[in-house]
């Protein structure tokens, strides 16, 4: 088995931000040379997620409409006793999840007719990055 790693990074100017990633992992399982396996793709913070999706505006403000209600920026979490003032990102991390695994067939990333891989961040404004694993034969 070959394996392949490559890692994206990110430097948001806002707090926020959502950021199609499906061509950066689209190359790395070109560059990894694999035909038949997997492909990890990991947020390597805890305040930040992947997710898989449709790239629609309207999609992505309900999607950040959902995620701040649910996990609402400001509140007093008991996270921020620490001196953080960011415990509503560490939630929306536990609500969109921070890597996915998705099929490599036939050399290629292998989504649905619409898939895509999204770079979700909660709390910008400072470097971070994202690891791409792909795995296979």
Known sequence: MKSHTKYLW????QKRAYINITREVEQAVTESGIREGLVLVAAMHITAGVYVNDAEEGLLQDIDDWLEKLAPTGPNYRHHRTGE????AHLKNLLIGHEVILPVTEGRLDLGPWQQVY????????RKRV???????
């Open 10 to 13: 990110f430097h948001t100017e």
């Open 85 to 88: 003032t960011n415990g509503d």
């Open 119 to 126: 770079y979700a961040e909660f709390d910008g404004q400072r």
């Open 131 to 137: 690891v791409i694993k792909v795995i296979g034969e």
